[in-house]
């Protein structure tokens, strides 16, 4: 060895001491076991962030009050350790890391908005240890031969599958003509093409049911859709579909509103029934038709169970689902933690790939991860209408529908 | 036929915003020769006081302009006194950071008082529409467009008819000659920033009649106001204006008739193609 390799390497060797003595220091011998996760609790995705951090407190919450996780007949408590990533995608990597070698953290859960999670996975895929992703929708975080990250969280496609589902059933109820005529516009983003890969993959050979007459993209952040939305309007569609995030959807909304156009049903993917779209549009986002990986209307026990929990904590009616997604996640997570019977990594990725649950809060009622979808789940969302006035109504999937949807004319 | 009076429409609407939200970068540069990077800061804080006057005393878009002016006249007046002034025989590119770094404060303040959700706000006319025929018109866009002309008038007036305005000519033509002439330099170049920095401020306070409010969002509008000052001949109001609808009609005809995605490859494109020419006449 050379001075200089020498001198290189004692900071590195410090480095790892260090790490370890800190990891020491901080509780990592004891019974605690510790899960981690990287969220955006300042930045642009702040609120949502906040959402997360609650909905994953929550769960480790529940279950330290009855002892903890059980592990081979003993019951140990769970530590939930948050960093804030400041919703920048080139920090949250590094405290992942942070969270694994100085924590001691046994497994990881996401933080919030796909490009932040595909920054994040890289690290627990690296390091094999389990990820549990609540906040990143889109298939592209989920690899092939990927083995380590797990989805509580439908793919984007299946808010656009969910919502023709009930559009062909509102079909069979003779509700609805055939074929419907559909303008299709989507924004230029992983989000927005997978959008409109879940549209083609169900209207496909279904020419009696669908014709697309209007099938373009627009860019985020646009200054404004006045031109899209005469675009719209020329096609003389039945439907109008539009995948866009909130700050287009304002804007896009606000220009079919001017335009005064009509359709039997307009629906914006996700986008409708949050507190700050009623906010910027008021009433003009009555009847709007929108496809959720959860609602707090859906008639589960344990759904109803964790809408009490939730208020009762954090006060309000909870109306977004980014906590009760991340709620269901965690709650996973400690499942298979129990299940694994360990804290080794492979154990707690081997018991999530075994995980079913039967309770879950999510349209379904059930939550697993299967390997034919790179372990992401693939439930069916729920669709629920806007009603004027305020609140929202669940009119698709049938077994959870609270009534018929409005169709314009 | 009706699309295409629509389309047109849209675009003169998007584009006399576009203007009215470059006049006070196109005058900074036109005085002081300074590209204000802090542009996206007012444009930001004048959602931001609009936006939170609304939310905390129901107060209207268009009253608040009668805070953000003034406000924004003397924050832009103290960056040009406090900061601006103290580089002014500095290189070009020391200013630049500067206000860069000055816009970064503001954006990542903002993001410390009021997170990073999208706020934003409703009247009782946000989604009003005016028929005109076969056309419809957004109310809320034809009222920011008024203003838009009215503040091209007022600009114009004022840099031809007043002893300001004259002040401001001097500077901006000839410096040196304009100090030996008895024009108080320091001070036309503080009123050249904070008038500037009025007119962004007032067009961040209308835009938030239809853009949602965020931290971001000057960095949303920044590039664009860029475009159309370039494209209008840096000091020139009146061609800041024709540039500023120029630009949306073009914005709106490609959106309709090529393909909605290219809409602000079209600003861009402009851009380069007028930096290009501009060179070329120089040469």
Redesign the interface.
């Known amino acids: 060895m050379t001075p200089d390799s020498r001198t290189r390497r004692f900071p590195v060797l410090g480095l790892l001491l260090g790490a370890g003595l800190l990891q020491a220091c901080s509780g990592g011998g004891d019974d605690t076991i510790r899960i981690g996760a990287a969220l955006p609790l300042s930045g642009k995705h702040a609120n949502v962030g906040g959402f997360f951090r609650d909905g994953y407190q929550l769960a480790v919450e529940e279950v330290n009050a009855v002892g903890g996780v059980a592990i081979n007949g003993v019951r140990r408590p769970i530590e939930l350790r948050v960093y804030d990533d400041k919703s920048d995608a080139s920090i949250s990597p590094s405290l992942l890391e942070r969270l694994i070698a100085v924590d001691g953290a046994v497994a990881l859960l996401s933080g919030y908005s796909t490009p932040l999670v595909q920054a994040q996975v890289i690290v627990p895929m690296r390091r094999g240890v389990p990820f549990m992703n609540a906040g990143g929708a889109s298939k592209s975080i989920f690899r092939e031969g990927n083995q380590w990250v797990f989805g509580a969280l439908s793919p984007v496609e299946s808010l656009a599958s969910t919502t023709l589902e009930w559009l062909m059933w509102e079909q069979d109820q003779e509700r609805l003509p055939r074929p419907l005529r559909v303008a299709m516009v989507w924004q230029n983003t992983d989000h927005g093409r997978e959008y409109r890969t879940g549209v083609h993959d169900v209207i496909r050979g279904r020419e009696d049911r669908f014709e697309l007459v209007l099938d373009e993209s627009f860019e985020h952040l646009s200054s404004d859709h006045t031109s899209l939305i005469v675009k719209v309007r020329s096609v003389e569609a039945d439907l109008f579909l539009s995948d866009a995030h909130e700050p287009d959807f304002l804007l896009q909304h606000r220009a079919y509103v001017e335009q005064g156009l009509g359709h039997i049903a307009v629906s914006y993917g996700a986008r409708g029934p949050e507190r700050s779209v009623r906010e910027g549009l008021g009433e003009a986002v009555s009847h709007l038709v929108s496809a959720q990986w959860w609602t707090r209307a859906l008639p589960y026990e344990r759904s109803r169970h964790f809408v009490e929990r939730y208020e009762a904590q954090f006060g309000g009616p909870v109306t977004e689902y980014y906590p009760a997604v991340a709620y269901e996640a965690a709650r996973a997570l400690i499942t298979a933690i129990g299940n694994a019977g360990s804290t080794a990594p492979e154990a707690i990725r081997d018991a999530l790939k075994d995980l079913e649950l039967d309770d879950s809060l999510l349209p379904g009622g059930r939550l697993y991860f299967p390997e034919e979808s790179r372990l992401q789940i693939e439930n069916r969302c729920v669709i629920v209408q806007n009603q004027p006035e305020g609140g929202v109504r669940i009119v698709f999937p049938p077994d959870a529908a609270e009534g018929p949807a409005y169709l314009g004319s | 036929m009706v699309?295409l009076l629509?389309?047109l429409a849209?675009?003169i609407?998007?584009g006399t915003v576009y203007a009215y939200m470059a006049y006070g970068l196109g005058l900074i540069y036109g005085v002081l020769r300074v590209v204000n990077l802090a542009h996206g800061a007012f444009l930001t804080l004048g959602v931001y006081v609009t936006w939170w006057l609304n939310a905390t005393f129901g107060m209207d878009p268009l009253v608040s302009i009668l805070i953000t002016v003034p406000l924004g006249f003397a924050l832009g007046a103290t960056v040009e006194r406090t900061l601006v002034f103290r580089l002014r025989d500095s290189p070009p590119v020391t200013t630049l950071l500067l206000l860069f770094g000055v816009w970064l404060i503001v954006r990542n303040a903002l993001?410390?008082i009021f997170?990073?959700?999208?706020?934003?706000?409703?009247t009782s006319y946000?989604?009003?529409?005016l028929a005109l025929g076969p056309l419809?018109l957004?109310i809320p866009r034809l009222i920011v467009s008024a203003f838009s002309l009215l503040g091209f008038v007022a600009l114009a007036l004022m840099l031809k008819r007043t002893w300001s305005g004259l002040a401001l000519r001097a500077v901006a033509q000839d410096r040196e000659a304009a100090a030996l002439s008895g024009v108080p330099v320091n001070r036309v170049w503080a009123v050249a920033f904070g008038i500037g920095s009025a007119l962004a401020m007032s067009a961040g306070s209308l835009m938030s009649l239809?853009?949602?409010v965020?931290?971001?969002f000057g960095a949303?509008?920044l590039l664009?106001s860029f475009c159309v000052v370039v494209l209008g001949g840096l000091t020139n109001i009146g061609g800041i204006l024709v540039a500023g609808i120029g630009l949306?009609i073009a914005?709106?005809?490609t959106?309709?008739y090529i393909?909605?995605?290219y809409?602000?490859v079209v600003s861009f494109l402009v851009l380069t193609a007028a930096l290009v020419m501009r060179r070329a006449d120089a040469d």
Do not use: I, M, N, Q
Not at chain 2, 117 to 122: E, I, K, N, Q, T
Not at chain 2, 126 to 129: N, Q, T
């Open positions: 699309d629509s389309v849209s675009g609407l998007v993001y410390l997170g990073g959700a999208d706020r934003s706000l409703l946000s989604l009003e529409s419809t957004s239809f853009y949602s965020t931290p971001e949303r509008f664009k949306g914005e709106d005809l959106a309709f393909h909605t995605g809409r602000d």
